[in-house]
């Protein structure tokens, strides 16, 4: 079965440290790819999306993420983050258009100031 | 205006009731969904439809129905609540595969 691994369910790191995040995905053929974020008490909203073209693509607020096809990888980066990004961290991957996303299971990142 | 609307934003509810939570949007998406969110599961999806004619089951449509009344409209009912299904529950809405977009979501207690 299709599935999303997300490596860190928590991260904690300091103001301006670089962050990250790690998203594995084990469908073998062409995939859309989402990152979403959840701020405390708020519901998801899209961060960046990958589907053809620049395997590096930039999202709101300083994130990026590098689609490595070789390694089923969808990571998260970001260089230097700030008390604000303190949320939660979903991965998704639609490996068909005509199918549901698959979710990971998230990962709280805790901003120290 | 917010795209996707849910109600009620909080209801507390007692074992054995049932609980409808409305879900509408207004950009004309197609596809619509109901997750659930539990603290260290992530989302899980309840039910999805991909038009007004098309229902499927998610990863945990047990105790669960929904309803397509129209495009922009996708209702959710626990026909006999029980604890555990105490959870903060989200609607979303798509165009196709694309980005999905989240109602502020539903707080759901049941004692």
């Known amino acids: 079965a299709q599935s999303v691994s997300q490596h860190n369910h928590h991260v904690i790191l300091s103001e301006a440290a670089s962050l990250e995040l790690g998203c594995n995905y084990s469908?073998?053929?062409?995939?859309?790819l989402f990152w979403y974020v959840q701020y405390p008490g708020q519901h998801l909203q899209l961060l960046l999306k990958?589907?053809?073209?620049d395997p590096l693509v930039k999202g709101i607020k300083g994130f990026e993420a590098e689609f490595i096809k070789s390694k089923f990888s969808f990571n998260l980066r970001k260089p230097s983050v700030q008390w604000s990004d303190t949320a939660e961290y979903f991965c998704a991957v639609n490996p068909d258009s005509n199918y549901q996303l698959i979710w990971g299971a998230g990962t709280k990142l805790i901003i120290k100031p | 205006d917010a795209d996707v609307t849910q109600t009620p934003r909080n209801r507390i509810t007692k074992t054995g009731k049932r609980i409808m939570l409305e879900c509408s949007q207004t950009k004309g998406h197609d596809r619509m969904y109901w997750y659930r969110q539990d603290p260290g599961l992530g989302l899980r999806l309840i039910y999805y439809?991909?038009?007004?004619?098309?229902?499927n089951k998610g990863e945990i449509s047990d105790g669960y129905s929904v309803s397509r009344q129209a495009q922009a409209k996708f209702s959710l009912s626990l026909e006999s609540a029980i604890p555990n299904q105490t959870a903060l529950y989200f609607c979303?809405?798509?165009?196709?595969?694309?980005?999905?977009?989240f109602g502020p979501g539903t707080r759901l207690t049941v004692l």
């Open positions: 979303a809405a798509s165009t196709g595969p694309d980005e999905q977009f």
């Open positions: 990958y589907f053809s073209g």
């Open positions: 469908y073998g053929g062409t995939v859309n």
């Open positions: 439809s991909f038009d007004v004619k098309d229902i």
